[in-house]
């Protein structure tokens, strides 16, 4: 039913990529392609990626066809990737759903898995929940190893593991304002105060006013209950089990326990409340994005923000050193 096949991509001659003119009439009157792959009449190669550096930024996030093509930039050395996350997520399979009879529900049927150049696999390992989960034998599995085209050494089924990884700014608090849709919810309550024209939308800046509104919106959430802030240093819940722990078991001193699970709570969320003045150009960036996500083309929101985007100052940076740039391409 799915036969067993392999599709393999071939080098191909730089003149193939294909030619642009800078003039427009000259796209009108273009001969078709020739035997040396000139596609218009002037002009000359739009990029050779034998000379042009290049960087492809990812993250955790970057899935699929993304992983795919840097990982065939990496196993040719031609582009170095970048990263905040050590990383891709490892996304390289096909799958079919395939629905079983009597209403019976559905079989998830894995059909391909994609390779990179190199013969390396994209998908990561699945450990079902298990970390480094050890086979029979009691011998961890041998793991193959394959090589760039400049012999640095890159890993199987990991997905694409950074070639550089950046260490960008962070704040928790933000994270968890992300995850927890205040960043969302603020901005549609703004937007529903607020009228801007469209140029004025391109003009638009979280100013202090803005910054300190929803400062007062995360505090009045948080009072509410809606946030939970403090969950953030006990995502398993003990403090909640110690707290319940000593109720149930009616311990003497359960109040004093219980007082202090609270006031314990309550400084973990001052704690996390300060990243508002020492962490504001994370927070105000981030909220900024997301008032404009709701008025603005992702293409142009995506404009705004690479002035400001610490991972696309660090690519900027290593390009302008070419030296860096051609170590990290070459193993030491």
């Not at 003119?21 to 990029?47: E, H, T, Y």
């Not at 927890?180 to 801007?196: D, P, Q, V």
């Amino acid at each position: 039913m799915y036969p067993n096949e392999s599709y393999r991509a071939g080098k191909l001659a730089l003149s193939q990529y294909g030619y642009a003119s800078s003039d427009a009439s000259k796209f009108r009157n273009a001969s078709p392609p020739g035997d040396n792959g000139d596609i218009f009449l002037d002009g000359k190669q739009m990029i050779n990626p034998d000379k042009t550096p290049i960087i492809i930024l990812t993250n955790k996030r970057t899935a699929s066809a993304s992983e795919f093509l840097a990982g065939a930039f990496q196993d040719l050395d031609k582009g170095v990737i970048l990263g905040s996350d050590k990383s891709t997520l490892g996304k390289g399979i096909g799958q079919r759903e395939l629905g079983l009879p009597n209403g019976g529900g559905a079989l998830k049927l894995t059909y391909h898995e994609f390779y990179t150049p190199s013969g390396r696999c994209v998908q990561s390992k699945y450990q079902q929940g298990i970390k480094d989960r050890v086979p029979l034998n009691k011998e961890k599995q041998k793991e193959n190893i394959f090589y760039t085209e400049n012999g640095r050494t890159i890993h199987d089924r990991r997905g694409i593991e950074v070639d550089y990884k950046a260490e960008p700014k962070t704040s928790l608090l933000s994270s968890l304002l992300s995850s927890s849709g205040a960043y969302f919810e603020f901005s549609t309550e703004f937007w529903s105060k607020h009228r801007l024209t469209p140029s004025s939308n391109s003009d638009f800046v979280v100013d202090d006013q803005i910054y300190n509104d929803f400062k007062t919106f995360v505090l009045k959430e948080q009072k509410r209950g809606n946030l939970k802030l403090g969950e953030a240093y006990d995502n398993q819940h003990l403090l909640e089990n110690i707290q319940r722990f000593s109720v149930e078991t009616k311990l003497q001193d359960s109040n004093l326990i219980e007082q202090s699970v609270a006031n314990l709570r309550e400084n973990v969320v001052q704690d996390l409340l300060k990243d508002f003045g020492s962490c504001k150009e994370i927070i105000r960036s981030e909220l900024e994005q997301n008032i404009l996500a709701q008025q603005l083309p992702d293409s142009e929101l995506m404009g705004r923000s690479l002035e400001s985007d610490e991972l696309v100052g660090e690519a900027v940076r290593i390009l302008e050193d070419t030296d860096k740039y051609s170590g990290l391409l070459h193993p030491n």
